[in-house]
């Protein structure tokens, strides 16, 4: 499945999809929720809160 179709079965409610995503990006955001060499978990779950959002968001 290429992305586009993968954003689009997440934008349509499949789960299985959404995971795929945050799969995806889960390097992105554990690199930048990194502060002081240590990884800051709140701001990883704010990331991946704002992922979804961006998904729901973003143009096709």
Same mark, same amino acid.
């Given at each position: 499945? &290429?992305?586009? $179709? =993968?954003?689009?079965?997440?934008? %349509?409610? &499949?789960?299985?999809? +959404?995971?795929? =995503? =945050? !799969?995806?990006? *889960? @390097?992105?955001? !554990?690199?930048?929720? #990194?502060?002081?060499? +240590?990884? $800051?978990? *709140?701001?990883?779950?704010? =990331?991946?809160? +704002?992922?979804?959002?961006? #998904?729901? %968001?973003? @143009? #096709?």
């Amino acid at each position: 499945m &290429n992305f586009r $179709d =993968l954003l689009c079965e997440a934008r %349509a409610g &499949n789960e299985r999809a +959404v995971m795929e =995503l =945050l !799969t995806l990006y *889960d @390097p992105l955001l !554990t690199k930048e929720s #990194i502060v002081g060499r +240590v990884l $800051d978990e *709140d701001l990883y779950q704010e =990331l991946r809160i +704002v992922l979804l959002h961006c #998904i729901q %968001a973003f @143009p #096709i």
